[in-house]
């Protein structure tokens, strides 16, 4: 079964509307976790790094005030697309390194259409 | 971050093994070599890692030469479903990033 659960699978909403994106642990605790985002026939784009307890490292090129994301227990990171636009039309996938074991694992995905 | 290259797309049919070779020139002592399934608006699926020599779990093996500049993934008699996208990628045991090329596109003909 599923060992990150990301929700929700899919969203659509309006142009300027902000849209909340949750990726949860489910048997382990994740101290970091990971957000990636993924064009159409494309590879994965790593976006930042969630930090719990401390600010998320974000990579080149994403704005760290258009992707809020916020890390605030060992099981939980949320990513908030703000004041959503047509172009943050993607499919967003988060990510949890399960430790000791030394694998990734990644949630289902969320399929965000802004009109 | 050791980068990877595999190639981009690739046939085979029904009930065939499907070895998929990736390079990773550059990968460093302390990494470690995993690869990835993903079909399309899902999330990538965990399928096999190692270190070196060979690894086997139910689902595939992984082959990894001594001098561990390539690494193969063997699947054993492929179905239609395991028609996908397979990523190889060399993780850093210190930070567990993940850099992500561009795959390798199976299609599995009946």
């Known amino acids: 079964g599923a060992v990150v659960s990301q929700h929700p699978s899919r969203v659509i909403c309006k142009s300027g509307t902000s849209v909340k994106i949750e990726c949860r642990s489910l048997d382990f605790q994740a101290t970091t976790m990971f957000w990636y985002r993924q064009f159409p026939k494309k590879s994965l784009m790593l976006m930042a790094t969630s930090n719990e307890g401390s600010k998320a490292t974000y990579e080149q090129g994403v704005e760290k005030d258009k992707f809020l994301i916020n890390h605030a227990s060992l099981t939980l990171s949320t990513l908030t697309v703000t004041s959503a636009h047509p172009e943050d039309s993607s499919f967003y996938i988060c990510s949890a390194p399960r430790e000791g074991v030394g694998i990734q694992y990644f949630g289902a995905g969320t399929r965000l259409s802004v009109l | 971050l050791a980068k990877t290259t595999q190639p981009i797309s690739m046939d085979s049919y029904e009930g065939q093994e499907v070895n998929i070779t990736c390079s990773h020139n550059n990968i460093a002592t302390n990494d470690y070599i995993t690869w990835y399934q993903q079909f399309p608006s899902q999330g990538p699926r965990f399928i096999i890692q190692g270190y070196k020599t060979k690894v086997t779990n139910e689902v595939a093996s992984l082959f990894i030469p001594a001098d561990r500049k390539s690494s193969t993934l063997s699947l054993p008699r492929v179905s239609l479903s395991d028609t996908a996208v397979y990523y190889c990628?060399?993780?850093?045991?210190?930070?567990?990033?993940?850099?992500w090329g561009a795959g390798t596109k199976l299609i599995i003909k009946p």
């Open positions: 990628l060399v993780v850093k045991d210190s930070n567990y990033q993940l850099i």
